[in-house]
């Protein structure tokens, strides 16, 4: 499946955005989605996660209760809605998606990868 990943931007602290993940090729509701970001300088670390009918949903402690992911099968997009972003939260967003249905927290899951997308936070 393809991915790519956009509606990152410039975002203040106690603001909201919202990313999109939109998918193409395979029937997207057979895959597991799943959010990471990557600072400069750091590694890739996950975010959050939603299991293919949507009923699973995983965060990173670090979001958890700010962030919400969800997804529209009808409309191949996955989204992740990011309330009270703070200025740590700036980094490179990536969508991935998965069939395995393994461990969704980890990276070496997915196998299919969008682009990126960019989000700053200003205090």
């Known amino acids: 499946v393809q991915l790519q990943a956009f509606g990152g931007g410039l975002a203040q602290t106690g603001g909201s955005l919202r990313l999109s993940c939109a998918a193409s090729?395979?029937?997207?509701?057979?895959?597991?989605v799943g959010w990471f970001r990557q600072a400069p300088g750091k590694e890739r670390e996950f975010v959050a996660a939603?299991?293919?009918?949507?009923?699973?949903?995983y965060y990173a402690d670090s979001v958890k209760g700010r962030f919400t992911i969800s997804r529209d099968n009808a409309k191949n997009t996955v989204y992740l809605q990011m309330n009270s972003p703070k200025p740590e939260d700036t980094a490179v967003y990536y969508c991935?998606?998965?069939?395995?249905?393994?461990?969704?927290?980890?990276?070496?899951?997915?196998?299919?990868w969008g682009q990126g997308t960019q989000v700053t936070v200003s205090s």
């Open positions: 939603i299991s293919r009918s949507g009923s699973s949903r």
């Open positions: 991935a998606a998965t069939a395995s249905s393994s461990n969704m927290r980890n990276a070496t899951t997915y196998y299919d």
């Open positions: 090729g395979r029937s997207f509701s057979s895959y597991d």
